[in-house]
């Protein structure tokens, strides 16, 4: 047994990333693209895999999409152009731990919402915007870092007319949606947008791998064409060959193969830390992720997963306590990632956690 089996981080196990599609592709990319690959680009970055975003997600054009270097760059952009200090942003509770941070540096005013089982509670927006104007809603509506939940196309389609009549935007933070275990999750908020209320960002870090650093924005033509000039004032382009290999991989039919495996995989981890959970902490609580990378356990009102990580982290088996994606509270919850541990290492990395709790 490995002396660490850590659910810490939200990245693949190196078995989950498509190595040797990756290289074939790099080949690829290098002989028939390098021209491209290895120029200064604009700030959409390579306009061949922007052109397939936009038809992926059913959009007009290249000129909906930027490509950024990954999708936690993505949110920066996006935040920095429409936010200033003071603004009220609603966040999801809990929410992604960097996206609490970001906005926490722009000074914006936390509204936060809790999660249901079936994602935000979109009436207790309904009753934030009667005290004042609400500027933008940070949704991840598909498998929930960390919360594991998805967002149902009911509350999806009151948030997008609740978002047209009070011309708040909403940032449609997506990394997991290609990633389900069984039904597809319901459409994109950008689909059902029709007056250029919803933005919508996602990344390949999921779907390829996180080193490619190949994320991108989608939405209206505005805002992307004013965030492209912002990047390339600053960066002139994101990473030309990353792009390119993507393009191959997603030209090739490779990417939606390596999804296909990875899905498999996933689902083996996470029915491997439901049958953990049950034999080791019976105790713990959750809500069953129909996809993606993460379970957010509730051990119950006595429980202290701060304490718990320490200790859990020196019996070899780390993870984040709930306190990290919480603006207060979070002290029972914990968040697993499984995709980070081989389905055949989740016994034992949980049975290490029972034994110090
Ligand atoms: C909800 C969410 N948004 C954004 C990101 C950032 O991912 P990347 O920058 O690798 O695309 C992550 C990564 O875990 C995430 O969970």
Same mark, same amino acid.
């Given at each position: 047994m490995p002396e660490t089996i850590s659910f810490a981080r939200g990245a693949p196990s190196p078995? !989950?990333? %498509?190595v040797e599609a990756v290289r074939h592709a790099a080949a690829t990319a290098l002989e028939q693209d390098w021209k491209v690959a290895l120029s200064y680009g604009v700030g959409i970055g390579h306009p061949g895999l922007c052109e397939w975003i936009a038809e992926r997600h059913d959009l007009?054009?290249?000129?909906n999409v930027m490509v950024t270097n990954g999708s936690l760059e993505a949110g920066a952009m996006m935040f920095r152009h429409l936010l200033e200090a003071g603004d009220r942003v609603v966040v999801e509770q809990p929410s992604y731990d960097r996206t609490l941070l970001l906005l926490e540096q722009i000074g914006v005013e936390f509204i936060p919402v809790a999660l249901e089982e079936d994602g935000l509670d979109v009436g207790a927006i309904e009753r934030a915007l009667e005290s004042g104007p609400i500027k933008l809603v940070h949704v991840? *509506?598909?498998?929930?870092? %960390?919360?594991g939940c998805t967002l149902s196309e009911e509350k999806r389609r009151r948030l997008v007319d609740l978002a047209t009549e009070h011309g708040f935007t909403i940032f449609?933070?997506? *990394?997991? &949606?290609? !990633? %389900?275990?069984g039904e597809d999750p319901p459409p994109t908020m950008l689909s059902m947008d029709?007056?250029? &209320?919803v933005i919508h960002a996602s990344s390949f870090s999921k779907t390829v791998s996180p080193g490619v650093r190949m994320g991108y924005l989608a939405g209206p033509e505005e805002p992307i064409a004013e965030m492209a000039k912002v990047a390339n004032e600053n960066y002139?382009?994101?990473n030309m060959l990353a792009g390119s290999i993507v393009l191959e991989l997603a030209h090739s039919g490779a990417l939606d193969r390596n999804i296909e495996t990875v899905k498999v995989k996933l689902q083996e981890r996470r029915d491997a830390l439901v049958a953990a959970l049950g034999k080791h902490l019976p105790e713990a609580t959750f809500v069953l992720p129909g996809g993606g990378y993460f379970l957010w356990a509730d051990l119950g009102e006595d429980a202290d997963t701060v304490a718990l990580a320490a200790r859990a982290k020196e019996a070899g088996a780390p993870f984040i306590p709930g306190t990290d994606f919480? !603006?207060?509270?979070?002290?029972t919850k914990l968040r697993f990632s499984?995709?980070?541990? *081989?389905a055949e290492l989740i016994d034992e990395g949980v049975a290490r956690i029972a034994s110090v709790a």
């Amino acid at each position: 047994m490995p002396e660490t089996i850590s659910f810490a981080r939200g990245a693949p196990s190196p078995d !989950l990333i %498509p190595v040797e599609a990756v290289r074939h592709a790099a080949a690829t990319a290098l002989e028939q693209d390098w021209k491209v690959a290895l120029s200064y680009g604009v700030g959409i970055g390579h306009p061949g895999l922007c052109e397939w975003i936009a038809e992926r997600h059913d959009l007009p054009g290249a000129s909906n999409v930027m490509v950024t270097n990954g999708s936690l760059e993505a949110g920066a952009m996006m935040f920095r152009h429409l936010l200033e200090a003071g603004d009220r942003v609603v966040v999801e509770q809990p929410s992604y731990d960097r996206t609490l941070l970001l906005l926490e540096q722009i000074g914006v005013e936390f509204i936060p919402v809790a999660l249901e089982e079936d994602g935000l509670d979109v009436g207790a927006i309904e009753r934030a915007l009667e005290s004042g104007p609400i500027k933008l809603v940070h949704v991840i *509506p598909n498998f929930h870092n %960390p919360a594991g939940c998805t967002l149902s196309e009911e509350k999806r389609r009151r948030l997008v007319d609740l978002a047209t009549e009070h011309g708040f935007t909403i940032f449609e933070d997506d *990394p997991y &949606r290609e !990633l %389900p275990f069984g039904e597809d999750p319901p459409p994109t908020m950008l689909s059902m947008d029709t007056t250029d &209320r919803v933005i919508h960002a996602s990344s390949f870090s999921k779907t390829v791998s996180p080193g490619v650093r190949m994320g991108y924005l989608a939405g209206p033509e505005e805002p992307i064409a004013e965030m492209a000039k912002v990047a390339n004032e600053n960066y002139i382009s994101p990473n030309m060959l990353a792009g390119s290999i993507v393009l191959e991989l997603a030209h090739s039919g490779a990417l939606d193969r390596n999804i296909e495996t990875v899905k498999v995989k996933l689902q083996e981890r996470r029915d491997a830390l439901v049958a953990a959970l049950g034999k080791h902490l019976p105790e713990a609580t959750f809500v069953l992720p129909g996809g993606g990378y993460f379970l957010w356990a509730d051990l119950g009102e006595d429980a202290d997963t701060v304490a718990l990580a320490a200790r859990a982290k020196e019996a070899g088996a780390p993870f984040i306590p709930g306190t990290d994606f919480m !603006l207060d509270g979070g002290q029972t919850k914990l968040r697993f990632s499984f995709a980070s541990v *081989p389905a055949e290492l989740i016994d034992e990395g949980v049975a290490r956690i029972a034994s110090v709790a």
